[in-house]
């Protein structure tokens, strides 16, 4: 007999199909037994290329096919030592671009492996946290609103269940789902009610559901042959640069085809004037820049990823180092996210509730005396309802005990622990029968139980909210007809406490005759009797106050933007530094009044954001961009995600962000905390300055190498390097500095400096200009060396080794000066790039293995040098130092000088 599609049976029939049980889930070993059968829950990939294809790739470059070209044609000539020599730091040079390539890759990979999903599953009666990877079919899944859904599967429970399924069917608006299995055998994917889908996600409710489908067996791998990911799309500077090799690709070929034609002219050779065009084609082009780069941004994101930012999306990194603006979260971002109830009030009565964090140990206080809320009704019933009418569960973890949910949720679970009610037994004696899941526009949350005294349904919600739907007050056991009176009074109650920096969540109840029959929130929600307010503290981190200070020296301004009431969110900016005098703050309400001009008018003045919606944060972000505003903007929910796509940086949340939220953001804060956004802010920077150091550096020292060949062989000196020199100057004494210039530390002031424009080049500050007189200086000391060695009749070997050592002893000496286009060397530190240092001796060492061994001198066309030849080449070789400082120290007194004459 065939077997019935899954929509068509009911959430039993398929549990027993699958041979699970709804109540429990599977257990270990069954998990283990299935990933062995059906593999992990993985779309195919393309494969990783092998390292003999990065290698082979590496030989595509033109350069290198030129200098292939060129091996071959020195082989021709009877060359055969130079043509060896060339085809072995061909291949050098390929083996060491492979290792910084697979590098990145491996960087790259461990940062994905870092942000993949995760899904809340049922195994062996407990509720776990798993990565989407090892879900199995017949897994027991979990999803609320921001979920991802991670396989295909059949719904069992939905309560108000929403999912956008716009990623498999194309329709963008979100549909309903419910448990009802269908009658037809043919029903296409768009009208399986009862079933959701990989690749789709939950924009509202809650639901069961048991996986049936995994990795290439789900709807969405059948299709995943046309999905093939595309390639990441290069950064900014990437793109910047690539036209910039382009450019010097161009120029080289105009330079070689001018001194080609220059010494057929003076009657030389074609053949004899083919290698000093190769030596000159190899000098122009910068061939390592690329590589550099993305090492750099490589190593780069690796390290913010330990101070707990990943990047998701690399233009991020350059972002970052231009923000002006970060709108941050308050709850968990700039506060600890850790939810403690200190106080329950119920009209006329207030308890103070002691303990810390999510331990469930404390007591209950009425004034100074503990009390126990099985005493009083009204305490027991509010702590109870509290319980019942939250998603989330205390776990006891190898740390202790943690909330596994949301944390304001968490607190609550905690407190109705410490008054001797356990939510899972609870739950047990009084099951959910309905429910309307929260959401961030209604701003609260409704669930239905048959307690003794009638079938009740608890609300809890923001306070102002919650109180406009409430017709009644609850106290001393019974309820009567809330008064304007009683409303002031609470709502004074709210606002003192708020003012305090607390957070304050109502809570009402409903005693229905029977079931509604339709959960709507208008009809639900209202007539209410209100109970109580849970007072909770959620301190702010003490590192965010240090943080939101050097964002300010920074030039970046930090914004609060918060659903909270105004009063928590101004004590809480004003403890932190956010708001300071002078400042406005705007609620949602004042925020619907004004118009986009408005807006933009007050956007820049306005530090504090109380009361808004995920909808509210679109319009912040573009009234600042309006403004010509760079803005970072942080987001955990599902609704939070078009502005996080809209923001120029995106942050989503990495331990309360939906997966929604992280696949719209381009970064990811895995603690959660604003101070890793400032400390992320700080490494773009770095990593910026880094690059841009980089290529100050090679394309300074390519240059030089131009100057010095172009020049001599125009002054009819013929080229002052061979081939094989200079590829073994843009090997060692270029390679090996410029990836340690990749990784120097932040300067002091980096967070000093305000941002960098947006439409600022990579060469701007004056550092054309530098790598210009800084290149001329290199190769004018190489060509002046070779011409000297000339002059003093040393022999055309001697003359080449004088020049050769100038420039690799002047580039090595140089790259300390690219270390900052500001800052001495002396101020910075000589070794406080221990990298740096590394890189000196290490090519310098090579450099003089390549002049002293016989057996390099012959490959490299060197000789031994006299004490007379050695003391200019030394003395040559720190004049870049000598002329780059002295520039520094000028400028630093011009501009100390400047401001007391103004």
């Excluded at 299935?34 to 470059?61: C, H, T, V, W």
């Excluded at 105009?254 to 083919?274: D, H, K, P, S």
């Excluded at 012959?858 to 080449?873: E, H, I, N, R, Y």
Aim: negative net charge; aromatic residues 6%; glycine residues 8%.
């Amino acid at each position: 007999m065939e077997k019935s599609p899954w929509f068509a049976m009911t959430g039993s029939q398929a549990a027993q199909e699958l041979q699970v049980d709804l109540n429990q889930g599977l257990t270990k070993e069954e998990v283990d037994k299935r990933l062995g059968i059906y593999g992990a829950n993985a779309l195919k990939e393309e494969p990783p290329r092998s390292i003999l294809a990065m290698f082979f790739d590496q030989l595509k470059e033109t350069l290198i096919v030129i200098l292939i070209i060129a091996a071959i044609v020195s082989g021709a000539l009877g060359e055969w030592i130079d043509s060896i020599v060339i085809l072995i730091i061909v291949v050098l040079n390929a083996i060491l671009g492979v290792f910084q390539e697979n590098k990145a890759e491996q960087a790259l990979k461990a940062l994905k492996e870092m942000t993949k999903a995760h899904v809340k599953v049922l195994r062996e009666g407990q509720v776990i946290q798993v990565n989407v990877e090892e879900l199995v079919p017949g897994d027991v899944v979990l999803l609320e609103a921001g979920d991802s859904v991670p396989a295909d599967a059949r719904l069992v429970e939905a309560a108000s269940l929403m999912v956008n399924e716009a990623a498999l069917t194309g329709e963008s608006v979100p549909v309903e789902k419910d448990v009802a299995p269908l009658q037809q055998k043919e029903v296409p994917i768009a009208e399986r009610s009862n079933m959701v889908f990989m690749g789709t996600y939950v924009t509202g409710g809650r639901a069961k559901a048991v996986v049936t489908g995994t990795g290439t067996e789900t709807e969405l791998g059948k299709i995943a042959e046309m999905l093939h990911a595309a390639p990441p799309d290069p950064t900014p500077l990437q793109k910047q640069l690539a036209s910039l090799g382009k450019t010097l690709g161009i120029a080289a070929g105009i330079i070689v085809a001018v001194v080609f034609l220059t010494g057929l002219w003076r009657g030389e050779e074609v053949l004899e004037m083919f290698m000093p065009a190769v030596a000159l084609a190899v000098a122009a082009i910068p061939e390592g820049l690329p590589t550099v780069v993305t090492i750099v941004l490589a190593l780069g994101v690796t390290r913010m990823s330990k101070r707990n930012a990943v990047i998701r999306r690399m233009p991020a990194v350059e972002t970052l180092g231009v923000a002006t603006y970060i709108c941050s979260d308050k709850t968990g971002t700039l506060t600890k996210n850790e939810m403690t109830v200190t106080d329950i009030y119920l009209p006329g009565q207030d308890f103070k509730v002691t303990g810390t964090g999510y331990e469930p140990e404390g007591e209950f206080l009425a004034g100074e005396e503990p009390i126990s809320p099985a005493a009083d009704p009204d305490l027991e019933l509010m702590l109870l309802g509290g319980a019942l009418n939250t998603d989330a569960r205390l776990a006891l973890k190898e740390k202790g005990y943690q909330v596994i949910g949301d944390p304001t949720e968490g607190a609550l679970v905690v407190a109705a622990r410490k008054g001797g009610i356990e939510k899972e037994a609870a739950e047990e004696k009084y099951p959910r029968l309905g429910e309307i899941p929260f959401d961030s526009g209604r701003k609260m949350m409704t669930t239905f139980h048959q307690l003794p005294g009638g079938l009740f349904s608890f609300t809890k919600g923001a306070p102002d909210v919650l109180l406009a739907r409430c017709q009644s007050v609850h106290r001393e056991g019974s309820f009567r007809a809330i008064s304007d009176q009683d409303r002031e009074e609470l709502l004074a109650v709210n606002s003192r406490f708020a003012s305090m920096g607390r957070r304050v969540l109502a809570l009402a109840y409903r005693v229905w005759p029977e079931m509604p029959q339709e959960l709507k929130s208008e009809a639900v929600e209202d007539n209410l009797v209100f109970l109580g307010y849970f007072v909770m503290i959620d301190p702010a981190r003490p590192e965010a106050k240090e943080a939101v200070a050097v964002s300010h020296t920074a030039g970046i301004r930090t914004v609060m933007i918060t659903g909270d009431h105004k009063d928590t969110a101004l004590a809480i900016a004003r403890e932190l530094g956010i708001w300071r005098e002078g400042d406005h703050s705007l609620t949602g309400l004042e925020l619907a009044r004004l118009s986009e001009e408005e807006l933009r008018q007050q956007v820049l003045s306005t530090t504090v954001y109380a009361r808004v919606s995920p909808e509210d944060k679109l319009r912040i972000v573009d009234a600042l961009k309006d403004n010509e505003q760079v803005v970072a903007m942080t987001g955990d929910g599902v609704n939070d995600a078009p502005a996080l796509k809209r923001a120029d940086i995106g942050a989503a949340m990495g331990i309360t962000g939906t997966e929604v939220s992280k696949e719209a953001a381009d970064m990811v804060l895995l603690d959660d905390n604003f101070a890793t956004i400032v400390n992320a802010v700080e490494e773009g920077r770095t990593i910026y300055n880094n690059i841009r150091k980089a290529i100050y550096y090679l394309l300074s020292c390519n240059i030089g190498e131009i100057i010095a060949i172009f020049g001599a062989i125009l002054l009819g000196l013929g080229s002052p390097l061979t081939p094989i020199q200079i590829l073994w100057l843009n090997l060692v004494t270029d390679g090996l500095p410029a990836l340690a210039l990749g990784v120097e530390p932040p300067e002091k002031d980096i967070m000093n400096r305000p941002p960098r424009s947006s439409r600022e080049g990579v060469f701007a500050g004056g550092m054309g200009i530098s790598i210009l007189y800084q290149g001329a200086i290199i190769g004018l000391l190489a060509l002046g060396a070779y011409w000297l060695a000339l002059s003093w009749g040393r022999s055309l070997v001697e003359a080449h080794t004088m020049a050769f050592l100038t420039m690799a002893l002047s580039q090595l000496v140089h790259s300390f000066n690219a270390r900052s286009l500001e800052h001495s060397i002396f101020s910075l530190g000589v070794a406080t790039n221990r990298y740096l240092v590394y890189a000196f001796f290490a090519s310098l060492l090579l450099q003089l293995a390549v002049v002293f061994v016989p057996f390099l001198q012959g490959v490299f066309g060197t000789a031994l040098l006299g004490s007379q030849d050695w003391a200019l080449v030394i003395g040559f070789s720190l004049l870049p130092l000598v002329v780059v400082e002295a520039g520094k120290l000028l400028k630093g007194i011009v501009l100390r000088v400047s401001p007391q004459q103004s």
